[in-house]
């Protein structure tokens, strides 16, 4: 190969590998919402980089073998089998290549660990199979109720077109206020369960008889739309997780309609007796 | 050795028929007879994974009930795992290391046999799980606790055949370091062993550190379940987490189990077919050995989303991304062993060729997975499907196939069809990277695994994927004929049928003598 054509060759996989970058949400992460998120997106697009840099390097070299070294061009075999120098250099450049990616993350991880200080937290809790939330401490605290998958069973047995959010919809979102840390604890009622929202750049085992924890500030008002991650039997695809994102005053409101609604239900059963 | 002299007594008159095959204590017969279950299971697991990957094709359930899916899916993975590419290595390293090492068979020749014969009692026990009430274990190929306390009789099999297999695996193991420490000829030593038997002996001594340790984590599940122990039961004052740690601890050594083997197929057909010395022999050995050591302190890589504490994970990444160090030592000197050759591109050299390729991106997508942050995007999503098929069918499968093509003469002593294996290279190439490579885009659009339904973004991916598996699945039948061919009739092979070999096994005549070497041949 020319090296014109090599050239060609580097340039058109680096546009290729550019433009499919723009597509994101199809082709890489979803945009993200949140700092973590955006540490996430970022660093994967980094060592994305650098694999790519190494893949051209080495198969660059090797294709260029597997052309001009070949019998069939009459190539005659050299007899070469060790180099100690050549050895330590490539066994030292990737170690320093991968000090270069631990080194964000290992921040990252930091960041993501610090649940402290937190604004509201919210347990989600886990079942076979839907979600159940409790606001424990902060604004709306005390408020609880269950999410769970709200696609119409036909939907899923193509008795009926499919709709926008198919599978991805529940009949109460998990809705906080824009800006503010969130703690979520996790933990289960009968199997894990993960709960995974990957705008927010979180995910996290929810264990039966443990608990453990996540933080998320979202950046954005909106809707945000995830998985469970672990599998939990029968219906583990179909309890998704949907988190809505209000401006403060929203949900202000919110909360006070929820605490509104809850009383009058406590009245109704007072009244009952 | 008194258990070979025994066998070397009888090697004229042994029993013909079907008891050839039942009785037979002769390493090249119960290699035979590995590769063939390891054929047959890899035939099932691909049923299974046709499955999949059908009620896959669109969005909606169509085929699979989700609870019959998540069957499919465990099944296939047991199945691959522990009835195909596992044995696969076991005949390969069966048929191969006595020749390669100047032995005349294996040193525990009745022993082989057992650890043979456990294997169909094991696979039926999968497969027949199928078909008793409650049906085949759904709880994944981890099968994690509390969902796998749940199960019915069909996780009980399952158990009982993790038992069997792991038996099984011990046995072959020992009698691999047994024969290869205790068997070459006179003059070779350690450092001039080929690196097939060289993976392999340290591939065997990580099958006899983790497979006891699989079996201890499925009996403490087995008396979960029925005998009132609470290892992973909160209620009970166990741990979930605990189970996920144990079986990782043996979970990890496990998929190098799976590769190590492959690395030395690799490493015997590139230098054959450049006509070159292996580039590096002695890094290469200190290669397989550091990333054998380094595999048995990363398994909570597979645990980044339990909740570990910071430095936890942060130990697991660092010692997660060191492995990327030896592993790329190897590839280099498999470039390196290329350069400058004169290379000729058979099929076992292009299925190297395919490997190094295919592996180098599994092995990048493992680099992404190590770090934490991403990881915990990527966890069990088709990220992660992608990831580890890169490295099992396009790492694992591939170097098998290269290396039945490559021993396939020496075996049956006759030419397979060249024409139509360099097909099926291609087609599996092609068919493989349409089916998996976009699975790496679902897994980042944020598509989880081991799910019977998705929503409609994924819809497009998806369809690719199963068409390219169907594909791929449909290929592989074409191994089998060629397979076939070349053992009914087929050009008559040379001894050494190609010219840059220069293991043992092509100083033997084609095909090889039911005993290889009556007498050790003595390297200089
Ligand atoms: C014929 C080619 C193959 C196809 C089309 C295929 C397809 C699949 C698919 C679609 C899944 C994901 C199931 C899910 O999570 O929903 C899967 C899982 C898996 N596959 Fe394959 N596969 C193939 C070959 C192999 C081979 C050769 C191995 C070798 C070890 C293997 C090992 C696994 C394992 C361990 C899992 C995980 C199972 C689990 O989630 O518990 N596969 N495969
Ligand atoms: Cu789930
Ligand atoms: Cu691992």
Redesign the interface.
């Known amino acids: 190969m020319s090296s014109k054509s090599v050239m060609t060759l580097v340039g058109s996989v680096a546009l290729a590998f550019y433009s499919s970058m723009a597509f994101s949400s199809k082709y890489n992460f979803q945009e993200p919402q949140s700092v973590i998120a955006q540490d996430i997106y970022d660093q994967h697009i980094w060592a994305l980089w650098i694999c790519l840099a190494i893949f051209v390097g080495v198969f660059g070299v090797m294709f260029y073998s597997i052309v001009k070294h070949r019998k069939s061009v009459g190539y005659k075999a050299a007899n070469f089998h060790h180099s100690t120098t050549v050895e330590v250099i490539w066994t030292t450049i990737p170690l320093l290549i991968l000090v270069a990616m631990a080194y964000p993350a290992t921040k990252t991880v930091i960041a993501m660990k610090d649940t402290s200080a937190s604004d509201i937290t919210i347990k989600a809790t886990g079942y076979q199979w839907m979600w159940g939330y409790d606001y424990l401490q902060g604004e709306g605290e005390g408020i609880s109720f269950y999410s769970k998958l709200s696609t119409p069973p036909a939907q899923v047995t193509n008795k009926e077109p499919k709709g926008e959010n198919y599978l991805l919809e529940v009949d109460n979102n998990l809705v906080v206020p824009v800006g503010k840390k969130i703690r979520v604890i996790t933990t289960a009622n009968d199997v894990l369960h993960a709960w995974w929202v990957p705008a927010f750049g979180v995910k996290q085992d929810a264990i039966p008889g443990f608990i453990r924890d996540l933080w998320f500030t979202a950046d954005k008002p909106g809707l945000y739309r995830g998985q469970c991650a672990e599998l939990c039997g029968k219906d583990h695809g179909f309890m998704p997780i949907v988190v809505e994102v209000l401006e403060q005053e929203k949900y202000a409101q919110w909360v006070a309609d929820k605490q509104k609604a809850s009383a009058a239900v406590v009245t109704t059963a007072a009244v009952g007796n | 050795m008194a258990v070979v002299q025994d066998v070397h007594g009888h090697h004229d008159h042994h029993p013909s028929g079907i008891m050839r095959w039942v009785t037979t204590t002769n390493h090249k017969d119960i290699g035979t007879m590995y590769l063939w279950f390891s054929f047959a299971m890899f035939l099932t697991g691909g049923f299974l994974a046709m499955g999949i990957r059908a009620e896959l094709f669109m969005?909606?359930?169509?085929i699979l009930e989700?609870?019959l899916f998540?069957s499919f899916t465990t099944l296939h993975g047991l199945i691959m795992v522990f009835g195909a590419i596992m044995p696969a290595f076991v005949g390969l390293a069966n048929w191969q290391v006595p020749m390669m090492i100047g032995a005349p068979d294996m040193a525990f020749a009745r022993m082989n046999n057992w650890s043979f014969w456990l294997l169909p009692v094991a696979g039926s026990l999968l497969i027949s799980s199928f078909f008793v009430p409650g049906g085949a274990a759904?709880?994944?190929w981890t099968f994690?606790?509390?969902?796998s306390a749940?199960g019915g009789l069909g996780v009980d099999m399952m158990i009982f055949a993790i038992h069997i297999l792991g038996a099984s695996s011990i046995m072959g193991a020992i009698n691999i370091i047994t024969t290869i420490l205790n068997m070459r000829a006179p003059g070779m030593t350690l450092m001039k062993m080929p690196m097939f038997v060289w993976t392999w002996l340290i591939t065997a001594y990580l099958l006899v550190l983790v497979m006891p340790v699989l079996a201890g984590t499925v009996t403490m599940l087995l008396t979960d379940r029925h005998f009132g122990t609470s290892f992973f039961?909160?209620?009970g004052g166990g741990?979930?987490?605990l189970f996920q740690h144990v079986f990782w601890f043996f979970g990890h050594p496990e998929v190098y189990i799976m590769i190590l083997p492959a690395f030395g197929i690799v490493s015997e057909i590139i230098p054959t077919f450049?006509?070159?010395?292996?580039?590096?022999?002695?890094?290469m050995v200190y290669a397989t050995a550091s990333i054998a050591i380094l595999s048995c302190v990363v398994w909570a890589h597979h645990m980044f989303?339990?909740?570990m504490?910071?430095v936890g994970?942060?130990f697991f990444?660092?010692a997660t991304?060191?492995i990327?160090?030896p592993t790329?030592?190897k590839?280099?000197n498999w470039?390196?062993t290329?350069?400058?050759?004169?290379?000729?591109?058979e099929t076992p050299m292009l299925f190297s060729?395919g490997f190094?390729?295919l592996f180098?991106?599994g092995g990048?997508s493992g680099?992404?997975c190590a770090?934490?942050?991403?990881d915990?995007?990527v966890?069990?999503?088709y990220y992660v499907i992608a990831h580890f098929h890169y490295v099992l069918v396009s790492g694992a499968l591939f170097a098998i196939f290269a290396g039945v093509y490559y021993w396939l003469p020496k075996w049956c002593g006759r030419m397979y069809d060249e024409k139509l294996a360099k097909m099926h290279f291609w087609l599996s190439m092609i068919f493989f990277n349409v089916a998996f490579f976009v699975q790496h885009?679902l897994g980042?659009?944020?598509m989880?695994r081991?799910?019977?339904?998705?929503?409609?973004?994924f819809a497009d991916f998806n369809m690719i994927s199963s068409i390219g598996a169907f594909g791929f699945g449909l290929s592989q039948l074409l191994f089998l004929y060629i397979v076939i061919k070349c053992i009914r009739g087929g050009e008559k092979a040379a001894d050494k049928p190609w010219d840059g070999g220069t293991t043992l096994e092509w100083t033997l005549p084609s095909p090889a003598p039911y005993h290889s070497f009556e007498t050790p041949p003595v390297i200089k």
């Open positions: 969005p909606g359930i169509q989700p609870e998540n759904a709880g994944g994690y606790p509390p969902l749940q039961n909160a209620a741990d979930p987490v450049s006509r070159k010395p292996l580039f590096g022999y002695s890094s989303t339990v909740g504490p910071a994970q942060l990444m660092y991304m060191l990327a160090v790329g030592v590839v280099f470039t390196a290329m350069w400058r050759g004169s290379m000729t591109f060729i190094i390729f180098v991106i990048f680099v992404v770090i934490v942050p991403i915990i995007q966890q069990d999503t885009f980042l659009a944020g989880p081991r799910i019977p339904d998705y929503s409609l973004q």
